[in-house]
Antibody, heavy 127, light 106 residues
Framework: EAQLVESGGGLVKPGESLRLACSAS????????MTWVRQAPGKGLEWVGR???????????EYAASVKGRFTFSRDDARNTLYLQMNSLKIEDTAVYYC?????????????????WGQGTMVTVSS | SFVLTQSPSVSVAPGQTARISCGGNNIGSKSVHWYQQKPGQAPVLVVY???DRPSGIPERFSGSNSGNTATLTVDRVDAGDEADYYC?????????FGGGTKLTVL
């Protein structure tokens, strides 16, 4: 069964850093394009950005304007793990962070949708 | 940037049909995807590419998209359908989500 499990959330002060991890299992992580989505408490979903696969996307990354220059995505295909390095954190970065998967071609699902989500990890930025 | 507009809430009685709209400039030219999110849980894809359902999603969930409005329809609503619903597209090179609609089953 395909699964994503996030970890690394916690309480940090403004200006500090935090690294989240997303462990993938049950599917070919090496081929997967992965996306981060966040949700502030009581608010809607917000796209954070995407990292393409190394195989057919060159590992290219794309970021939302709100996090560009502060957040960095990376992946370790040998460990089936996705990372989100968050620097210079702001109070408005407080949210549950979800990792999601762009659907594989074999699923038949439109590639712009997100067919698999982790349970999320909470990041709280507060002084 | 592309904006998706959803009504904050929709209420229906059990057994009735719920229609959740998602407005955007010429959204009919885009592929729209819908997610269901129950309290304390991660979102779940319920409709993709305007009107297709992933495996395991009941036929009661359907979608349409034309002009400036996409619509998620839930037939024969029951208490288990009570949740927040979000529409999503790729627009102007970024992923855009609607603000979400809370479906309340009366």
């Amino acid at each position: 069964e395909a699964q994503l499990v996030e970890s690394g959330g916690g309480l940090v002060k403004p200006g500090e850093s935090l690294r989240l991890a997303c462990s993938a299992s049950g599917f070919s992580f090496t081929n997967a394009w992965m996306t981060w989505v966040r949700q502030a408490p009581g608010k809607g979903l917000e796209w954070v950005g995407r990292i393409r696969s190394n195989i057919d996307g060159g590992g290219r990354t794309e970021y939302a304007a709100s996090v560009k220059g502060r957040f960095t995505f990376s992946r370790d295909d040998a460990r089936n793990t996705l990372y989100l390095q968050m620097n210079s954190l702001k109070i408005e970065d407080t949210a549950v962070y979800y990792c999601t998967r762009d659907p594989p071609d074999s699923s038949g699902i439109h590639p712009d949708a997100f067919d698999l989500w982790g349970q999320g990890t909470m990041v709280t930025v507060s002084s | 940037s592309f904006v998706l507009t959803q009504s904050p809430s929709v209420s229906v009685a059990p057994g009735q049909t719920a229609r959740i709209s998602c407005g955007g400039n010429n959204i009919g030219s885009k592929s729209v995807h819908w997610y269901q999110q129950k309290p304390g849980q991660a979102p779940v894809l319920v409709v993709y590419d305007d009107s297709d359902r992933p495996s395991g999603i009941p036929e009661r969930f359907s979608g349409s998209n034309s002009g400036n409005t996409a619509t998620l329809t839930v037939d024969r609503v029951d208490a288990g359908d009570e949740a927040d619903y979000y529409c999503q597209v790729w627009g102007d090179g970024v992923v855009v989500f609607g603000g979400g609609t809370k479906l309340t089953v009366l």
